[in-house]
């Protein structure tokens, strides 16, 4: 089992930064991808990031490539997603997860039922 634990979330202006931390423990053997989704009030939850561990790929989605950065400190076990440049529209609860499925496989990176752990959430809002 995986236990995911996020933080770093918080309020902020239009414009500023954040970085999430999502510290995992537990049998980590069978991760072999990490992903920030997060979830707006009324929308669905959305893929933002994945990192595959092994080799460190990542794939980042549109709406946040050129702002948002995934990465990973495997010394510490711990995924960050590092926000600039933040907008209104970027406010909504962030999630990690973990997945057993490597790149190339499990399908579309951004289903959130490719994911079998999940952290409780970070909440972050941005006001304009």
């Known amino acids: 089992r995986v236990q995911l634990v996020e933080s770093g979330g918080g309020s902020v202006q239009a414009g500023g930064s954040q970085r999430l931390s999502c510290a995992a423990s537990?049998?980590?053997?069978?991760?072999?991808?990490m992903a920030w989704f997060r979830q707006a009030p009324g929308k669905e939850r959305e893929g933002v990031a994945v990192?595959?561990?092994?080799?460190?790929?990542?794939f980042i989605n549109d709406y946040v490539r050129g702002r948002f950065t995934i990465s990973q400190d495997n010394a510490k076990n711990t995924l960050y997603l590092t926000m600039n440049s933040l907008k209104p529209e970027d406010t909504a609860m962030y999630y990690c997860?973990?997945?057993?499925w490597g790149r190339g496989f499990g399908g579309d990176w951004r289903r959130d039922n490719r994911y079998n752990y999940w952290g409780q959430g970070t909440q972050v809002t941005v006001s304009s």
């Open positions: 997860a973990t997945s057993p």
């Open positions: 537990g049998d980590l053997r069978s991760v072999n991808s």
């Open positions: 990192i595959f561990t092994a080799g460190g790929t990542v």
